[in-house]
């Protein structure tokens, strides 16, 4: 196989997050979250799916580590849900919600598996919306609160911590689009979620000193439709890339994306910028897709317009179309491209102090079919083992990668989309919750077992 010859240590993991997988929603203590209201909300998710069961990974997260330790994993990234260890998001902290997490990490380290824990994937607890959400300051210092509670009850067992997962969906899906929850359409709104989300950051990376700490990006592969396209190409990168990396690792939001937005940035106070940049040990990158963009004719001429309600997550940008580059696309519509994470990881080398990174959520959703106890998915195979050869070229090149982590381990609630788009290499029943390895799964425990084979022993 040509994946082989990772470098001995290197992080062999899948990834999920609280609340796709956990289900228990209103169970031993937890709080509403504001994807318990989205989801509950006529029209919002395809088929009007919750995720009040989810894949019931609360109860059965036993089985499900076992399952990780049959791949071979060597870690696992998963989430705290925030109202279910504190359920109005400030103030009493829910000790049964804490105590799951502990049982799941020690069954993960009774199996050899490294917890990676981020403290945030998209689930606020409701009452912190209520009081105004992310784009009010002091959702912040709730955020830097939690952390610490969480680091306070498991920093004896979990040593990689990651703050906020992608806080560009939590953003600009989250406030601009309305498309995920809190489901608002308030494109400025959106600008003063992300600097509060940067500082969120900020504030528990010093919450969760001495722990290793990293910071969690989506980033894309963005590229011009035609010669003419280099400034929407820009524009996008700003907004999608550069607006998270150079704050968190430059200390500085990028001055073109401040003029293309043109608007009152009162909300970044002196020392934010400080707070945001604290020094973090590793980037978490999440990687699935290139971008390739053009400007919609008309479209210049509202380059610096104001952000307008648009409905769109491209604040500011709105005149900007994604045309696709003709390569093959997933479930999700998503362009597959490989040399895109490659183009990634490179540029974080090139353009940014040096960082060690992960690649903390890379996969694919395809329409598979269960049959015969099979899932025979080798559009995914063919999607992980491309990404995971694009990592052994970047590791080549000297770029400190140090992990990869499958995005998902099973197939789970995706967002707006529900059930519908399967992301897992274990197939799950949404009706029996029965587990089924896809032959993903079995292709994906061949490779770390070959890699595992070829480190030299300790002995
Ligand atoms: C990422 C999210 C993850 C999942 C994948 C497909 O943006 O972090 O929860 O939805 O996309």
């Known amino acids: 196989m040509t994946t082989i010859g990772f470098p001995p240590g290197f992080a062999w993991g899948a990834a999920t997050s609280a609340f796709q997988i956990e289900g228990a929603v209103s169970e031993d203590g937890r709080g509403p979250s504001i994807w318990d209201t989205f989801t509950a909300r006529p029209g919002r998710v395809v088929g009007g799916e919750t995720g009040e069961v989810a894949i019931d990974h609360y109860h059965r997260y036993r089985d499900d580590v076992k399952i990780m330790a049959d791949l071979g994993l060597s870690a696992y990234r998963f989430s705290v849900s925030w109202p279910r260890v504190q359920p109005a998001g400030s103030g009493r902290v829910n000790p049964e919600g804490l105590d799951f997490y502990k049982r799941l990490v020690d069954e993960l380290l009774e199996h050899g598996i490294d917890p990676w824990l981020t403290l945030y994937h998209w689930d606020l607890p409701q009452p912190l919306e209520d009081a105004g959400g992310w784009p009010v300051r002091d959702t912040a210092y709730r955020f830097a609160e939690y952390a610490h509670l969480v680091h306070e009850a498991l920093a004896d067992r979990v040593h990689t911590w990651a703050t906020v997962n992608e806080p560009w969906c939590a953003a600009f899906l989250g406030y601009a689009s309305g498309e995920h929850a809190p489901g608002r359409r308030e494109p400025v709104s959106a600008i003063r979620a992300a600097h509060h989300l940067n500082l969120a950051h900020g504030l528990a990376v010093q919450a969760l000193r001495p722990s290793r700490v990293g910071g969690c990006v989506n980033l894309y592969a963005i590229s011009p439709a035609t010669e003419d396209d280099h400034d929407a190409a820009r524009r996008i990168d700003g907004l999608q890339n550069r607006l998270f990396l150079d704050a968190l690792l430059k200390g500085a939001y990028p001055p073109d994306v401040l003029r293309d937005l043109d608007m009152d940035l009162g909300f970044v ?94 996969g694919a959703a395809f329409d598979d079919t269960l049959t015969g106890g099979r899932v025979h998915d080798a559009e995914r195979i063919a999607y992980l083992e491309d990404h995971l050869k694009a990592c052994l070229d970047a590791i080549g090149h000297g770029i400190p990668l140090e992990g990869y982590f499958a995005w998902s381990l099973m197939d789970n609630f ?46």
């Open 269 to 362: 106070h002196d020392g934010d910028m400080e707070i945001i940049s604290t020094p973090i040990d590793l980037l978490l990158v999440n990687y699935y897709s290139r971008f390739t963009v053009s400007q919609q004719p008309g479209g210049a001429a509202s380059a610096s317009a104001a952000p307008t309600d648009s409905g769109s997550p491209w604040v500011g940008s709105e005149h900007i179309s994604f045309s696709g580059g003709g390569r093959p696309v997933t479930a999700m519509g998503w362009e597959i491209d490989a040399g895109g994470l490659l183009e990634v990881l490179t540029r974080l080398r090139d353009e940014y102090p040096a960082i060690p990174l992960v690649v903390s959520e890379n």
């Open 414 to 459: 995706e967002w707006a989309w529900g059930y519908g788009k399967r992301f897992g290499l274990v197939h799950v029943d949404f009706g029996t919750q029965a587990r089924t390895p896809k032959d993903s799964a079995l292709w994906y425990a061949e490779i770390i077992r070959q890699n595992k084979a070829h480190e030299p022993t300790d002995s």
